[in-house]
Nanobody
Framework: AQLVESGGGLVQAGGSLRLSCVVS????????MAWYRQGPGRERDLVAV???????AYEDSVKGRFTISRDDAKSTVYLQMSNLKPEDTAIYYC??????????????????WGQGTQVTVSS
């Protein structure tokens, strides 16, 4: 299995970016998918999860600003990020959801990590 993230970049605070993650070599449509981020000196944390049903959940700090979506025909998961803040600066990764998101716990089997995509938000 392979994950390829793209769409990151440098943006000013208040700006928007759309991240994409193409999944290959494994079944996509029947699995939940997630976006994670790892800021400087921090652990990699869950940011958003989308179930195979399309239901989504978000980390509190991104609610109302980020939207996760999926296209099963393209085996691709997206993260639309709006009203970006400097604290959103991180490397963003996609994978199956594993770990804690608010009061929810996920325990999916992790696919080998991709290279991630860097998001840098300037103030």
């Amino acid at each position: 299995a392979q994950l390829v993230e793209s769409g990151g970049g440098l943006v000013q605070a208040g700006g928007s970016l759309r991240l994409s993650c193409v999944v290959s070599g494994t079944i996509f449509s029947s699995h939940a998918m997630a976006w994670y981020r790892q800021g400087p000196g921090r652990e990699r944390d869950l940011v958003a999860v989308i179930r195979d049903s399309g239901n989504a959940a978000y980390e509190d700090s991104v609610k109302g600003r980020f939207t996760i979506s999926r296209d099963d025909a393209k085996s691709t998961v997206y993260l639309q990020m709006s009203n970006l803040k400097p604290e959103d600066t991180a490397i963003y990764y996609c994978n199956r959801p594993r770990g804690r998101l608010g009061s929810m716990r996920f325990a999916a089997e992790i696919i080998p990590w991709g290279q991630g995509t860097q998001v840098t938000v300037s103030s």
